[in-house]
């Protein structure tokens, strides 16, 4: 129950509610000025809960496109807002024309929200995985998260300029997260390069944070600072890496070498010969297969 300074009588929640939308003096200020449509107009008249109901589902649409929804709503929000002004700054009064303030306020409201909501315009190109320079080394990497169960594999394999297998891996994590997955593809891929002999590398990896988290200082306090410092001291070594943004049609290979782990107990798997699985993305990427990419214009 809630005392009202102004009726001296207790009030029950729905009637303080009611008294505050519907009764008090900057509630009926606004409702005066504001063109209610006429087919809710009865709403008026009725109890507090079938009043929001009503209105709150009304499809209308008032001129300037502005659904009566969203000035409804719009007006609520603004005889809650002057009247909270009112208790705490004694004397102040709400404006002098408040469906003028409102009516602005929702237009601006929906235009914001047309531009946050509008999808950008996209186009089709096409996308392939693309063999290293001459003498050089790929390592395309990939990690993968099960979001129903939080499990996390890894995979990754390296190629020559010729684009013919070296090895590659599959590793069965555990539990985790996306960028975790994300960042152990890059550890284990590294790894396995430095392991056989590699000196010249391109590394390619379709997570575009863990690119960055690679290039940029990171914070002690990151929960994944441990294993992101891993990657960059793997980085530093006598040789020379480069670490680059592909898109995910680019790096299907690494994909379907990350969602084998799920198959696999946990652990480090590689594979000095390609798994049989693989042989079609691996013939694609040696062809120059095209694949279909949707990117904004």
């Not at 790929?138 to 129903?148: A, E, I, M, P, R």
């Not at 020559?160 to 599959?170: E, H, L, Q, R």
């Not at 593809?185 to 790894?191: C, I, M």
Request: proline residues 5%; neutral net charge.
């Amino acid at each position: 129950m809630t005392t009202n300074p102004n009726c001296h009588k207790c009030l029950s929640l729905p009637e303080t509610m009611d008294h505050v939308f519907r009764g008090c003096r900057f509630a009926l200020k606004v409702w005066n000025f504001i063109k209610v449509p006429f087919d809710v107009l009865h709403s008026f008249s009725l109890g507090f809960t079938d009043w929001l109901r009503i209105n709150l589902k009304s499809k209308i649409m008032l001129s300037g496109n502005l659904p009566w929804t969203l000035v409804f709503t719009a007006s609520m929000w603004h005889c809650w807002k002057w009247r909270c002004n009112s208790i705490f700054n004694p004397g102040y009064e709400p404006p002098p024309n408040p469906h003028h303030t409102i009516l602005q306020f929702s237009s601006e409201w929906l235009d914001a929200n047309n531009v946050v909501n509008a999808k950008p315009t996209r186009e089709v190109i096409q996308v392939r995985w693309s063999l290293p320079t001459l003498g050089n080394f790929k390592l395309n990497v990939d990690g993968s998260c099960k979001t129903d169960s939080w499990k996390i594999c890894a995979g990754g394999l390296l190629r020559d300029s010729n684009g013919a297998w070296i090895c590659g891996f599959s590793a069965n994590i555990g539990i985790g997260n996306i960028y975790e997955a994300e960042l152990w593809s890059l550890f284990r891929g590294l790894h396995m390069a430095w392991d056989k002999g590699i000196r010249s590398l391109d590394i390619e990896c379709d997570s575009l944070s863990v690119v960055s988290l690679i290039a940029q200082a990171c914070n002690h306090a990151h929960p994944l600072f441990c294993l992101i410092e891993d990657c960059k001291l793997l980085l530093k070594r006598n040789w020379r890496c480069n670490v680059s943004h592909i898109y995910r049609e680019q790096n299907r290979a690494a994909d379907h070498l990350a969602n084998l782990g799920y198959e696999l107990p946990l652990g480090l798997h590689i594979y000095e010969s390609a798994p049989i699985s693989l042989s079609s993305f691996l013939l694609d990427d040696e062809i120059g297969r095209a694949q279909s990419r949707a990117v904004p214009c």
